[in-house]
């Protein structure tokens, strides 16, 4: 009924609209004024958590992109090396696994069964295993070691949005936490990045209040056949997210691509008025915001239909931006859970142009409980 949907036309449109809501409770007691993390209620002991040794990320869909953002973070604040796999997969490649290896899962329902076999499997070879969720009491937390859940309140839209956002979160706090136990160079981060941290509420908050230009351009684009996304670092996961959200509800050929892969191949798709989202990084000292506005040339020189998204004060992006949307400062890592809302805004109203259900698209069921 439109009371259950808050007002909203779609679940979709009022969990993005609570988004600023969700990422703060997933910050909720989870720390304390001074800058220090407290998990206690993810039954882990220091001591587990300091055998460490090796990190795997699993997901499916969405939560796989939040798992290869959360990358990012686990490897620069806690240096235990990590990789990311789509559940899937993982136990096909007969992986390496053992006590000390951290098998971290991320789920919003807790009933995805690609996921739920790997845990497993996992188990099995005796990793431990915690769990992202967002469900309580599903199955994924009870047949995990551990769990932290992200308590963004229950998701009925098949696409995945502010369980995204919080997944983020969680796992940020968890590489944080880790960092804290062990002690890391980068455990001086953890007090500033948290106070970061906070202030992404109101970061998500504007984004949704410049939500007009987004659904404008959408109403522009709502012939297109095709879309691409560009990202690099913790973009490019954004980049996919933006792509996943398009294929789901508009049923468009869309695709998100690392921006330094695009001379590798996919350049050759770029035509004449073909709409391209490109998500700058902030600039720094890896000069991956200098390279990405030469990407942003290079398809614009192609006759690609720029949409750039880019920080507050980048002026070089500028004059190779047909649309500009503006973000706010953030520090990179960060950088996913301002950008993303933008790109689920846009593919939200590009499918409503189409007429399409955008919280029932076709195909879809919002948990995938078959392998
Ligand atoms: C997201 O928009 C999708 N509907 C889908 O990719 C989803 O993220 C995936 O099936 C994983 O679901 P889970 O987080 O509930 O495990």
């Known amino acids: 009924s439109a009371a259950e949907k808050g007002g909203f036309d779609w679940f979709m449109l009022k969990e993005i609209d609570e988004q600023p809501r969700a990422v703060a409770d997933t910050l909720l007691g989870r720390h304390s004024v001074d800058g220090r993390l407290q998990l206690d209620e993810m039954r882990l002991s220091d001591d587990e958590l300091r055998e460490v040794d090796k990190i795997i990320v699993i997901a499916c869909g969405t939560s796989f992109y939040a798992a290869m953002v959360a990358k990012y973070a686990i490897e620069h604040w806690t240096r235990i090396p990590c990789e990311v796999e789509l559940a899937s997969e993982f136990r096909y490649r007969d992986p390496i696994l053992d006590k000390s290896t951290l098998v971290v899962t991320i789920s919003q329902s807790g009933e995805t069964m690609d996921t739920i076999m790997a845990i497993r499997y996992a188990r099995q070879q005796r990793a431990r295993v915690l769990s992202i969720c967002n469900t309580n009491g599903s199955t994924i937390p009870r047949e995990s070691d551990a769990v932290l859940y992200t308590h963004a309140g229950p998701e009925i839209a098949v696409a995945s949005t502010k369980g995204f956002l919080s997944q983020i979160v969680a796992c940020y706090l968890l590489a944080l936490y880790v960092a804290q136990v062990k002690g890391t160079k980068y455990g001086d981060e953890i007090a500033s990045i948290l106070a970061e941290i906070q202030k992404l509420p109101a970061g998500i908050q504007r984004m949704l209040d410049e939500g007009d230009q987004v659904r404008k351009l959408a109403t522009e684009l709502a012939g297109s056949r095709s879309i691409l996304f560009l990202g690099r670092h913790v973009g490019y996961p954004v980049a996919l997210e933006g792509a996943l959200k398009l294929k789901e509800l508009a049923y468009i050929h869309a695709e998100g691509f690392a ?113």
């Open 259 to 371: 921006a330094g892969e695009l001379k590798h191949g996919p350049i050759a798709l770029v035509e004449e008025g073909l709409p391209v989202f490109v998500v700058v990084p902030p600039k720094g000292r890896d000069q991956l915001q200098e390279k990405t506005v030469s990407s942003i040339q290079e398809i614009r020189a192609r006759g690609a239909r720029t949409i750039v998204l880019a920080e507050d004060g980048d002026e070089d992006v500028v004059p190779y931006a047909d649309h500009l949307i503006r973000l706010p400062k953030v520090p990179t890592l960060l950088q996913p859970l301002v950008a993303t809302v933008p790109l689920q805004i846009f593919a939200c109203e590009f499918a409503n142009q189409l007429g399409h259900d955008i919280d029932q698209p076709r195909n879809l069921a919002k948990s995938v409980t078959v392998e």
